[in-house]
């Protein structure tokens, strides 16, 4: 007979069932289920499927003869990068390096742009918004914008893999909610622990992966969204004047790339319908894709380059919307006079109420000293990722088709209960 094993939802221990208290428990961590909650939750489990993936490529093609006629490949000897340009271009520079380009062959063989969005800003435009970049960081250094060098601007078009997908699955949260209460000896704490399902279906359309190697992805990502509404059908006449990075990352790594975003869009959507816990995490998801599109598009970016203080700083402005990226350095004495400014502020102001009620001047000194550090610190961790924007974005909330979230499958099943507590101080 087979000996059928149950994990423990909380720690994946084996469980066991105890004859005295009619309970499962998990001896590793002491959880304690009843049989009806741990039935439903493997029951749960035991409906989930696979994750399906398969993308439909019949869009992208190759450029066509006359096209390639019209087109060269120019190539840096320094950083390795290549760019497309058309015919009439002479010479030019490295976006990446700044190093100058030769030439080194004609345009053969590579895929052709499906779409193409066109800059919609010009340089001194991008060196303004630049500016303005710098100036709302309070903690970036008083010399930065004055004393660095932008030694180029250059138009890019980069290459982006563009995804639709319709997504259905099911993510598994779990959830929590706490009660305190206290009687004369002692303060409890109860914390009680869910397993939340959310099963549905949302749709996403134009979810662009970076298809160039040369560029950093959290960079290129730091600059979206892009409006695709704006998205023209591919013309080679776009690419007088401007040149365009050449694609060189297999569409298999986008595809994963991809996948995650739809993931993690998925995943948000899903959370934002769960409510009325304390806390709430992520266990595990399964989606599946279905009426899938890849296609292939060019993208206008601004980069720039600058130096300070012999260090090379790179920003990336979106030639559609503006928005600029980059990551800033601190300024190490700003940051010290910011936490101690802040530090005081609250803790004085902390001390002051506390004084006011317990009339006990330790207390309040105590309280002030902890609540200032605590509130000091979040706020100068807030400014400085001002000044590292640089990020992935995680999901795809700004690509979800209008009206296609669903939820069809709401379930909480009640897992187990932890209770905490703490001697409470003797009162004088």
């Given at each position: 007979?087979?000996?059928?094993?149950?994990?423990?939802?909380?720690?994946?221990?084996?469980?066991?069932?105890?004859?005295?208290?009619?309970?499962?428990?998990?001896?590793?961590?002491?959880?304690?289920?009843?049989?009806?909650?741990?039935?439903?939750?493997?029951?749960?489990?035991?409906?989930?499927?696979?994750?399906?993936?398969?993308?439909?490529?019949?869009?992208?093609?190759?450029?066509?003869?006359?096209?390639?006629?019209?087109?060269?490949?120019?190539?840096?000897?320094?950083?390795?990068?290549?760019?497309?340009?058309?015919?009439?271009?002479?010479?030019?520079?490295?976006?990446?390096?700044?190093?100058?380009?030769?030439?080194?062959?004609?345009?053969?063989?590579?895929?052709?742009?499906?779409?193409?969005?066109?800059?919609?800003?010009?340089?001194?435009?991008?060196?303004?918004?630049?500016?303005?970049?710098?100036?709302?960081?309070?903690?970036?250094?008083g010399s930065f914008s004055k004393e660095n060098v932008i030694e180029?601007?250059?138009?890019?078009?980069?290459?982006?893999?563009?995804?639709?997908?319709?997504?259905?699955?099911?993510?598994?949260?779990?959830?929590?909610?706490?009660?305190?209460?206290?009687?004369?000896?002692?303060?409890?704490?109860?914390?009680?622990?869910?397993?939340?399902?959310?099963?549905?279906?949302?749709?996403?359309?134009?979810?662009?992966?970076?298809?160039?190697?040369?560029?950093?992805?959290?960079?290129?990502?730091?600059?979206?969204?892009?409006?695709?509404?704006?998205?023209?059908?591919?013309?080679?006449?776009?690419?007088?004047?401007?040149?365009?990075?050449?694609?060189?990352?297999?569409?298999?790594?986008?595809?994963?790339?991809?996948?995650?975003?739809?993931?993690?869009?998925?995943?948000?959507?899903?959370?934002?319908?769960?409510?009325?816990?304390?806390?709430?995490?992520?266990?595990?998801?399964?989606?599946?894709?279905?009426?899938?599109?890849?296609?292939?598009?060019?993208?206008?970016?601004?980069?720039?380059?600058?130096?300070?203080?012999?260090?090379?700083?790179?920003?990336?402005?979106?030639?559609?919307?503006?928005?600029?990226?980059?990551?800033l350095p601190v300024s190490v004495p700003k940051f010290i006079l910011?936490?101690?400014?802040?530090?005081?502020?609250?803790?004085?102001?902390?001390?002051?109420?506390?004084?006011?009620?317990?009339?006990?001047?330790?207390?309040?000194?105590?309280?002030?000293?902890?609540?200032?550090?605590?509130?000091?610190?979040?706020?100068?961790?807030?400014?400085?990722?001002?000044?590292?924007?640089?990020?992935?974005?995680?999901?795809?909330?700004?690509?979800?088709?209008?009206?296609?979230?669903?939820?069809?499958?709401r379930k909480e099943i009640y897992l187990y209960r932890t209770v905490?507590?703490?001697?409470?101080?003797?009162?004088?």
């Open positions: 007979m087979a000996n059928i094993q149950l994990k423990c939802p909380c720690c994946g221990g084996t469980l066991e069932f105890d004859n005295k208290t009619q309970m499962v428990v998990c001896p590793f961590c002491d959880s304690q289920f009843t049989t009806e909650d741990l039935k439903a939750y493997s029951d749960d489990l035991a409906s989930d499927k696979q994750d399906e993936t398969a993308w439909d490529e019949s869009r992208v093609q190759e450029y066509t003869d006359k096209e390639m006629k019209g087109m060269k490949i120019y190539s840096c000897d320094s950083c390795g990068g290549e760019i497309i340009v058309d015919e009439t271009t002479s010479s030019t520079k490295c976006p990446y390096c700044g190093n100058n380009l030769v030439v080194s062959k004609q345009l053969s063989g590579d895929l052709r742009p499906n779409y193409v969005i066109p800059f919609k800003n010009d340089k001194e435009t991008v060196q303004q918004d630049l500016k303005k970049f710098f100036r709302k960081k309070p903690l970036l250094p180029e601007i250059k138009s890019l078009y980069v290459p982006f893999w563009i995804f639709d997908a319709d997504v259905e699955g099911k993510v598994r949260f779990k959830g929590e909610t706490t009660r305190t209460w206290s009687d004369s000896n002692y303060d409890y704490r109860e914390t009680k622990y869910y397993s939340i399902i959310r099963g549905g279906g949302i749709a996403f359309d134009h979810v662009p992966v970076d298809g160039s190697s040369k560029m950093e992805d959290k960079l290129m990502e730091s600059i979206e969204p892009y409006d695709f509404s704006q998205a023209e059908e591919f013309n080679i006449a776009y690419l007088a004047g401007i040149a365009a990075d050449r694609y060189d990352v297999n569409k298999d790594v986008t595809f994963n790339r991809a996948t995650q975003r739809f993931r993690d869009g998925t995943i948000q959507a899903f959370r934002n319908d769960i409510h009325g816990y304390s806390n709430v995490t992520v266990q595990d998801s399964n989606i599946q894709l279905s009426n899938t599109n890849a296609s292939y598009a060019l993208y206008p970016v601004w980069i720039l380059n600058t130096k300070w203080k012999e260090k090379n700083y790179r920003f990336a402005v979106n030639g559609q919307t503006g928005k600029v990226a980059g990551d910011f936490y101690l400014l802040f530090f005081l502020l609250v803790g004085g102001a902390t001390f002051g109420i506390a004084f006011a009620i317990s009339t006990e001047w330790l207390i309040g000194l105590i309280a002030g000293i902890i609540l200032g550090l605590v509130v000091a610190t979040i706020i100068l961790l807030s400014m400085r990722r001002a000044n590292k924007p640089v990020r992935f974005q995680y999901g795809a909330a700004n690509y979800v088709r209008p009206d296609s979230l669903f939820i069809n499958n905490s507590k703490t001697r409470r101080s003797s009162s004088k």
